[in-house]
């Protein structure tokens, strides 16, 4: 049995959070430009222990009490804390945590990009950093320094997403060129992953922005 304010479950979280920042980054990176320079063995050893990982967090979460919604009292009946998570969040730990696509792969040698999509939904398990704040015990300053921090990351990672996201769909056919790219010998497509990854973040910015980006008949 773990209380929900043990020190420990609190140490957990922040790991598994540390955790999903990585995935985070990652996973959308990898989705939208399949960088080959992330292909090798050591980040796959490292995607299948953060998989673990969470599949620990998942195992503890069946073990950790919570708060009763309306007394305020403190569930530590097991089957009721399993019912409740069940009927929570658990279906997305669980479609987030096993890793469908590598297993599709280990049996038909073949990949699928929608299975890969499952991974997207451990970007959830980010949300937990608000809880943790509120439940830190540390001065009002503190707590408040911790939420700006907060917002300035998840406006940095909408802008990631927005640009790995805007990269993906102009890939499918390859024929939309940025206003930006004066140069017009140069193809995006062919250009390396760090090229299209800037080229595609400063673009998500500028929609953020307002501004308006598309030449008169372009996507």
């Known amino acids: 049995m773990v209380t929900q304010n ?4 609190t140490t ?3 790991f598994v959070i540390i955790l999903a920042l990585y995935n985070c980054f990652f996973i959308p990176f990898e ?3 399949s960088p080959p320079e992330l292909t090798g063995v050591e980040f796959f050893l490292l995607n299948t222990a953060i998989d673990i990982c969470f599949g620990i967090d998942i195992f503890i979460a069946f073990r950790t009490t919570f708060y009763h919604p309306i007394t305020g009292d403190e569930i530590r009946d097991l089957k009721i804390i399993r019912k409740n998570y069940i009927r929570g969040r658990f279906a997305i730990d669980f479609l987030s945590t096993v890793p469908f696509d590598n297993l599709l792969f280990l049996i038909t040698q073949t990949s699928n990009k929608f299975l890969a999509m499952f991974s997207l939904l451990k970007l959830i398990r980010v949300t937990r950093l608000s809880r943790i ?3 830190l015990n540390v001065s009002e300053d503190t707590k408040n320094s911790l939420k700006l921090f907060q917002l300035i990351f998840f406006i940095v990672l909408y802008i ?3 640009g790995c996201g805007w990269f993906a769909i102009a890939n499918v056919d390859q024929t939309w060129v940025p206003p930006i790219n004066m140069d017009t010998d140069i193809n995006l497509y062919e250009e390396d992953t760090f090229y299209k990854y800037i080229i595609s973040i400063y673009h998500s910015v500028l929609l953020m922005m307002g501004n308006d980006i598309f030449p008169k008949g372009d996507l």
């Open 31 to 33: 989705l939208s430009f």
């Open 160 to 162: 990631h997403c927005s």
């Open 133 to 135: 704040i509120a439940r």
């Open 12 to 14: 957990w979280e922040l």
């Open 6 to 9: 043990d020190p420990r479950k």
